[in-house]
C-alpha cells in the first residue's frame, strides 16, 4: 500500500516531442506529489510538485496531471529539449509524515 | 547557498573495511534521510531522522549505523562493507512543519566495494 509504482522505466523522445511518464499509487492517505528530475552525477532536485485538491498544475513546458479517483498521474513535457534528458522520479507523501515514497524512476532521452 | 553537502564524493573500500559517510545541511531542517540508488531500484531509504536525537529504520538497514550528531548533520556507517553495499548514497533533508514540503538532496557519494 505504501508503493508508488512508475511506468515507464526508460523513454526516448523526438526533439519537439511531448514525453509522457505515468505513476499510480495505492494509499489514499498520500496527499502531496512531487517529481524530481536527477542529472547525471547529481543529486535529485525539485521539478514540480501536486496536492490532490487540484486536477493540473503546469509550470512551464512541465504539467502534472491527476486523477484522483484513479489514484494516478502523470508528468507531461511539452516541447521536449535535449536538455531534458534526465532520470525523473514521481513520489508521494502524507500530509507531516516523515517519509516520502519513490517510484523506481524514469530515464528519460530526448533525441537532438 | 550550500543546500546539503555530502563526503567523500568518492570512496572504494575493500571487503570489511568500515567508514562513514558524512552529511551536513545549512537550511535549518529538521528532517534528514539517507538513500542509496541502484540502477532498476530507484531510491530506497536507509534511515531517517525526524528531529535531533531521533533516528528510523527506512526499507534497507541492515549493514548500517546513523548518527543524528546535531540539527545540521547526519552520518552513516558502514561498519563492516559488503560488495552488496556498492551503490550510490544520497543524504536529504526537509522540513515538514508547515505542510508538505520537498526533500532537498547533496550530489551524492559513490562508494565501491572491493
Known amino acids: 500500500q505504501q508503493q508508488v509504482k512508475q511506468s515507464p522505466q526508460s523513454l526516448i523522445v523526438q526533439k519537439g516531442g511531448i514525453s509522457i511518464i505515468n505513476c499510480a499509487y495505492e494509499?489514499?492517505?498520500?496527499?502531496?506529489f512531487p517529481w524530481y528530475q536527477q542529472f547525471p552525477g547529481k543529486g535529485p532536485a525539485l521539478l514540480i510538485a501536486?496536492?490532490?485538491?487540484?486536477s493540473e498544475k503546469k509550470e512551464g513546458r512541465f504539467t502534472i496531471s491527476f486523477n484522483k479517483s484513479a489514484k494516478q498521474f502523470s508528468l507531461h513535457i511539452m516541447d521536449s529539449q535535449p536538455g531534458d534528458s534526465a532520470t525523473y522520479f514521481c513520489?508521494?507523501?502524507?500530509?507531516?509524515?516523515?517519509?516520502?515514497?519513490f517510484g523506481k524512476g524514469t530515464r528519460l532521452h530526448i533525441l537532438p | 547557498n550550500a543546500g546539503v553537502t555530502q563526503t567523500p564524493k568518492f570512496q572504494v573500500l575493500k571487503t570489511g573495511q568500515s567508514m562513514t559517510l558524512q552529511c551536513a545541511q545549512d537550511?535549518?531542517?529538521?528532517?534528514m534521510y539517507w538513500y542509496r540508488q541502484d540502477p532498476g531500484m530507484g531510491l530506497r531509504l536507509i534511515y531517517y531522522?525526524?528531529?535531533?536525537?531521533?533516528?528510523d529504520k527506512g526499507e534497507v538497514p541492515n549493514g548500517y549505523n546513523v548518527s543524528r550528531l546535531n540539527k545540521r548533520e547526519f552520518s552513516l556507517r558502514l561498519e563492516s562493507a559488503a560488495p552488496s553495499q556498492t551503490s550510490v548514497y544520497f543524504c536529504?533533508?526537509?522540513?515538514?512543519?508547515?505542510?508538505?514540503?520537498?526533500?532537498?538532496f547533496g550530489d551524492g557519494t559513490r562508494l565501491s566495494i572491493l
Open positions: 536529504a533533508s526537509r522540513t515538514i512543519q508547515n505542510s508538505n514540503q520537498p526533500q532537498h
Open positions: 494509499n489514499t492517505a498520500f496527499d502531496y
Open positions: 501536486i496536492r490532490p485538491d487540484v
Open positions: 513520489a508521494a507523501s502524507m500530509n507531516r509524515d516523515d517519509k516520502i515514497i
Open positions: 537550511m535549518n531542517h529538521n528532517s
Open positions: 531522522s525526524a528531529s535531533e536525537g531521533t533516528t
